[in-house]
């Protein structure tokens, strides 16, 4: 059938997510049947975090929120489902469920398996032992297409779990292509299209017309102010870096007691300054606290500090989201890009993470 034939295309080894689609003999389909086929490919995730709020005492008070958003199912192995979402879907939740099928009865627990917030990527495994056959019976594998195929004026669908509602559907167009977006100075290369994309949908699919996903819908880009300007990362850029998550084994949020330092202060390498200062993006170390961790590893002042266990970093706040997944006592790798000689030299190093004492915490709160 056309659907085995498609499904067979998007070739699972591994773990590793490879699109290989045969461009001959490809049927259209109307947005209906896209919906019939593909919507079991499309998942809702629900992320709940928590937040420490300090006041001027030295009070902690913890909130707890909850946002919606969206997945595509993109490999199956022995063990797992490995889901792609973006980053800003799971930072920093500590508890996500997922949703299959639209359905309140078929809602299982997930876990992050890696995120690379500079392109707000993420993938989220659940196991296959949670998950009845009868439901995995009815689940597909997303069939991923090219995107660097597309073409402006192709029509497109969006699938996602607009508002948090559950999964609808929007059509249109892809309004342009390679339309570079800059948001909290990290530049984005993304797919334009006026299909109407809203806050849950991020995470979601965005299918051109043969059922194949072209696209990672994402709300980040969008903005208030304007109609019929949606946004989704190109799948042909997203692959490589969805197989490299995919392959990391699972973290959770570790308790804040346990939880390690590095010991630094830096200060934020966005994309704008990386061009005014032909500087590397990431953490520009300003200062190493003595017999700290990153000391001892080797990290120096003038050091930017540009990937923390293999994932990419941008600035603080990412190295503070990462930072919440690795205890006291655990080597990590980290990457600098040091000056020498006038050019940037990429240096690996290996950090051992020392605690973290919550009274320092309070009287340095810039020291992480």
Known sequence: SDKDGQEASAEQVNNLIKAEVNKEGKTLFTPAQIAQ?????????????????????????????????????????????????????????SELTVCFNDSEEQIYTGYIKGTDPSNDLAVVGVKLSDIPQKV??????????????????EPVVAIGNALGYGQSLTSGYISALNRVVTVD????????????????????????????????????????????????????????????????????????????????????????????YNMPVGLYITKVIEDSAAQKAGVKTGDILTAFDGMAVSGMSQLQNYMQYYAEGEK????????????????KLASVRKKLHRRRLLSSPSVR
Do not use: W
């Open 185 to 276: 100075n990290v530049t984005y290369t993304l797919i334009q299209t006026d299909a109407a994309i809203n806050p849950g949908n991020s995470g979601g699919a965005l299918f051109n017309m043969y059922g194949e996903v072209i696209g990672i819908n994402s709300v980040k880009f969008a903005s208030d102010k304007v109609e019929g300007m949606g946004f989704a990362i190109p799948i042909s850029k997203a692959l490589p870096i969805l197989n490299n998550l995919a392959l990391r084994d699972p973290r959770e949020l570790v308790e804040a007691d346990d939880r390690g330092y590095l010991g630094i202060y830096g200060e934020d390498v966005g994309t704008s300054m990386s061009s005014g």
């Open 136 to 153: 995995l019976d009815t689940l597909t594998v997303a069939v991923l297409g090219n995107s660097d195929d597309c073409v402006m004026g």
């Open 332 to 347: 990590v790798e980290l990457t600098v890009k040091r000056l020498r000689e006038g050019n940037y030299e990429e240096i």
């Open 37 to 93: 086929k593909y919507l079991s490919s499309v998942v809702a995730i629900t992320a709940k975090s928590k937040q420490e709020v300090y006041s001027m005492f030295g009070q902690t008070r913890e909130y707890e929120s909850e946002g919606a958003g969206s997945g595509i199912i993109v490999a199956k192995n022995d063990k797992e489902l490995i889901i792609a979402t973006n980053n800003h879907v799971v930072e920093n939740a």
